[in-house]
Every structure is written in structure tokens, then in C-alpha cells.
């Protein structure tokens, strides 16, 4: 199973949500450091809306899914861009 699939399976789970992507950035970032060649999957965006972040702050939203996806990102995850909505709330996608 891939790492993006699991951060996808992660996120339903815990969300819920309406709309959801998991876009792999990896291939942006190679060269950034030595050890980051753009072929695996170390950097990840997250695009989530969800009932569940109704009434949350920004700060809050973030933290929640960073703290699921804590083991992903023990585990190799370089970077983690997070884009949380409640619905009806505008999006960039």
C-alpha cells in the first residue's frame, strides 16, 4: 500500500469527509536536500473538507490531522501541506 493511500484511508476514516485529495508534491522538492531525489513519497498535500472541522480554529484543524498522520510522518513523510474546510467554506480547489 502506498503512503498516499494510507494518508487517504487515515483521513476518511477520522473525517469523514466531502471532498478530499492527497496529492503526491514529491517530485517539486528534489535536490532541496541531498537526500530528497523527488522519486518517493516525502512530501504530500492534503485537500479536506469536512463537518467535522465546523467550528474548529485553522490552528486546531492542522494539528488534528497532524496528529493522525504522526506515524506517517515519523516514518519518513518530509513535509506535510494541510488545506482543512468546513463545508461551505471557500477552497483553493
Given at each position: 500500500?502506498?503512503?498516499?493511500?494510507?494518508?487517504?484511508?487515515?483521513?476518511?476514516?477520522?473525517?469523514?469527509?466531502?471532498?478530499?485529495?492527497?496529492?503526491?508534491?514529491?517530485?517539486?522538492?528534489?535536490?532541496?536536500?541531498?537526500d530528497i531525489t523527488g522519486t518517493?513519497?516525502?512530501?504530500?498535500?492534503?485537500?479536506?473538507?469536512?463537518?467535522?472541522f465546523a467550528g474548529m480554529s485553522r490552528l486546531a484543524r492542522h494539528?488534528?490531522?497532524?496528529?493522525?498522520?504522526?506515524?506517517?510522518?515519523?516514518?519518513?513523510?518530509?513535509?506535510?501541506?494541510?488545506?482543512?474546510?468546513?463545508?461551505?467554506?471557500?477552497?483553493?480547489?
Amino acid at each position: 500500500m502506498t503512503l498516499r493511500t494510507r494518508i487517504e484511508e487515515k483521513l476518511v476514516e477520522a473525517f469523514a469527509p466531502e471532498r478530499l485529495s492527497v496529492v503526491d508534491e514529491s517530485h517539486l522538492h528534489a535536490g532541496h536536500q541531498p537526500d530528497i531525489t523527488g522519486t518517493g513519497e516525502t512530501h504530500m498535500r492534503v485537500r479536506i473538507v469536512s463537518a467535522k472541522f465546523a467550528g474548529m480554529s485553522r490552528l486546531a484543524r492542522h494539528r488534528a490531522i497532524t496528529d493522525l498522520l504522526k506515524p506517517e510522518l515519523d516514518a519518513g513523510l518530509h513535509a506535510l501541506a494541510v488545506e482543512p474546510a468546513a463545508p461551505n467554506e471557500p477552497t483553493r480547489w
